[in-house]
C-alpha cells in the first residue's frame, strides 16, 4: 500500500459575503475540488501550484488540521481525522512561514522538550540529535534562543525538529521561503540526504522550481483545486516549452541578436532578454556565442516560474484536465 | 496510567520552560507580582467600603464576607495562574500556533493549557491568601477536620468550576474573532459575582449562579458549611458539600465544549 492516498478529496469552506449593510450571505468556496494521488514510500514528490491553489489545504488533510468534505485520505493506512494522534507520530511537519520551535527557548531545549512529546527513546534521539546537528552544522547555534536566531538557521532547527522522531512522511510547506542561496542549498541537500540514507518520503509544497529540479523526478501540480499535472519533470519540461530567459547586459545599445537555439524576446536599451529551452542549448554555449557577437557586461538567467508553466498549461489546451503521462 | 505520568512530565517540562524564562528578569518579576497583589487590593478595598456603611450584608458580617471573597479570588486565582493564557485563543487561532499544535501527538486542550503558565499572577493569590489569613483570624470558627478538609476542598473545586467555565467560554474564539469580552464577562464577572452572598441577589441571578454558571458553589455554599452558618435561603443541605461535584461536572463540560469547538474548527477552518 501506498504511504500516502488521496482518493476523490474535496474539501468546502462556508464564505460570509455581505449583502448590503448588514445582511450577510453564505458562500461555500471549494479549496479542494476531487484530488485523487498516491505516494509510494522513499519517493520524493514536489507539490507545486499558485498560492491558493489548495496546496496547503490538502497538506492540512493529511496532518488531520481539517476535516475533508468528501473523499479519502490515507496516511500509512490510517484515517488522519479519526487516529490524528497516531499519525502525527509518523509525521514530520516543516512550515515555512510559521516555527515549530519554542521562541524564547534555547534550540536545545527545543529539541529536549520534543523528544518528550514524542517518546523518542533516549538513545535513538541522541543519535539523531548528532547525526543532524553535524549536517546542518547546529553545534554553535544549540544555546541560542530560537528568536535571535537568522531564517535560514531557524529552518534549520526546523528541520532537525521535524526528523527527530523518525517520521516516516515528511511534510514541507515552502520551506525555502525567503532564504540566500546558501541557505537553500543547505536545505536541500538535507532533503536528499534523509531521503537517500533515511529512506524518508517527502512531500514538499513549493513555490521554487529549483527545489524541485534538484529535489524530486515527481511533480504534482495543483490548480484552482484541481491537479492539472502529475507527473515526471523531464516530461513536463518537454511538453510544455519550459524555456529559460538569459538576460545580458551589452557595452552599448545593439539590435536583436541573432543567436543559434535562442530569439530576442525584449530589448531595452543595452539590455536583452533571450529566451531559449535547454535541450536546443546550454547556457554556457549561449552566453559564448553572445560575447562573440557583443561586449557583454552582465548577465542573468531566468528560471520559469510555477505561475508561468501553469499559464502554460492552460494555453496548451489541458485546461480542466489531469494530465496523467502513460506509466 | 502510564499515559497520564508521561503527559504530566511533558507539562511539567513545558511550563518550567515557560517559568524559567520569565525568572530571567527577577527584578521585573517581583515588581509584576506587587503591582498585582496591590491593584487586586483595591478590589477588596470595595467590600471595607461598603461595610463602612452598613454592619451586615444579608446577615453576613464583614469578616465572613471576606471570607467569601479571599476563597472565590484563591480559587480564581490558581485558575488565572494556569490557564489565564486561554484569554490568547484568538491569536493562536490566527498565527497558526493552534495548527502547530496539531501537528503534535498530543491533545489540543493540553497543549493550549501547557503554552504558558503566567506566574506574575501569583501576585493575585498572594493577595487572596493574606484576606484568607486575615479573615480567619476575625471569625470563631468552630473548625472540625470536615471543615479544615473543606477549606482545602473548596478551593480546588472552585479553581475546577471556574477553570470549566474559562474553557467553555473561551471556545466563542473559534466562531468569533474578537470574542474575548464576551468569554471575560462569565470569567471575571464569576469571580466577582462569587466573592458576595448570593442571598443578596435576585431571584433570577440566584438561578444564574446555581444552575448555569455554578459559581455559587466556589465559595456560598461550603462557606455556609465552613462558618455553621444557617442558608437564609433554605436550600438542601446537601448542597454546601457539593462543589467536589460540581467541580467534576464543569470540568467535563468544558472539556467537551472544547472537543466540540475543535471538530467544528478542523471542518470548517476558521
Known sequence: MALVELEGVEKSFPIWERHGRVRRRRRIVRAVDGVSFRIERGTMVGYVGPNGAGKSTTIKMLIGILVPSAGRVSVAGLDPVRRRIDVARRLGVVFGQRSQLWWDLPLQDSFDLLRHIYRVPFGRWRANLDAFVELLDLAPLLATPVRQLSLGQRMRGELTAAMLHDPELLLLDEPTIGLDVVAKARVREFLARVNRERGVTVLLATHDLGDIERLCSRILILDRGRVIYDGELEELKGRYGYERTLIVDLEEPAPPLAVPGARVERVEGPRQWLRFRRDDVSAAELTAAVAERARLLDLAIEEPDVEEIVRRIYVEGMAGEAVTPAT | ?270
Not at chain 2, 76 to 105: E, Q, Y
Not at chain 2, 171 to 198: C, H, K, R
Request: glycine residues 8%; proline residues 3%; hydrophobic residues 60%.
Open chain 2, 1 to 270: 496510567m502510564a499515559e497520564a505520568a508521561a503527559a504530566f512530565g511533558v507539562y511539567r517540562r513545558l511550563v518550567g520552560a515557560r517559568i524559567r524564562s520569565q525568572l530571567q528578569y527577577r527584578l521585573s518579576f517581583a515588581l509584576s507580582v506587587t503591582g498585582v497583589a496591590l491593584v487586586t487590593f483595591l478590589d477588596f478595598a470595595v467590600i471595607l467600603v461598603i461595610f463602612g456603611q452598613i454592619d451586615a450584608l444579608a446577615g453576613w458580617s464583614v469578616a465572613e464576607v471576606a471570607f467569601l471573597y479571599a476563597v472565590s479570588s484563591l480559587a480564581f486565582a490558581l485558575t488565572d495562574l494556569a490557564i489565564g493564557h486561554l484569554d490568547l485563543l484568538p491569536r493562536m487561532i490566527r498565527k497558526g500556533d493552534l495548527d502547530a499544535m496539531l501537528t503534535r501527538p498530543l491533545g489540543s486542550l493540553f497543549q493550549v493549557v501547557a503554552a504558558d503558565f503566567a506566574l506574575r499572577r501569583l501576585g493575585r493569590v498572594l493577595q487572596a491568601l493574606v484576606v484568607l489569613a486575615v479573615a480567619i483570624a476575625l471569625l470563631e470558627i468552630p473548625w472540625t477536620a470536615g471543615r479544615v478538609a473543606m477549606l482545602v476542598v473548596m478551593v480546588v473545586a472552585g479553581a475546577a468550576i471556574f477553570a470549566g467555565v474559562w474553557i467553555a467560554f473561551a471556545t466563542i474564539a473559534f466562531w468569533l474573532v474578537d470574542s474575548m469580552e464576551v468569554a471575560n464577562a462569565f470569567t471575571y464577572g464569576g469571580s466577582f459575582l462569587g466573592q458576595y452572598p448570593i442571598a443578596i441577589f435576585g431571584a433570577w441571578l440566584r438561578r444564574f449562579v446555581i444552575f448555569v454558571v455554578p459559581i455559587a458553589f466556589v465559595a456560598y455554599f461550603p462557606s455556609l458549611y465552613v462558618l455553621d452558618k444557617p442558608d437564609t435561603l433554605g436550600m438542601p443541605a446537601a448542597l454546601q458539600v457539593a462543589s467536589p461535584l460540581v467541580g467534576a461536572v464543569s470540568l467535563l463540560a468544558g472539556w467537551l465544549v472544547w472537543q466540540n469547538a475543535v471538530r467544528h474548527y478542523r471542518s470548517t477552518g476558521s
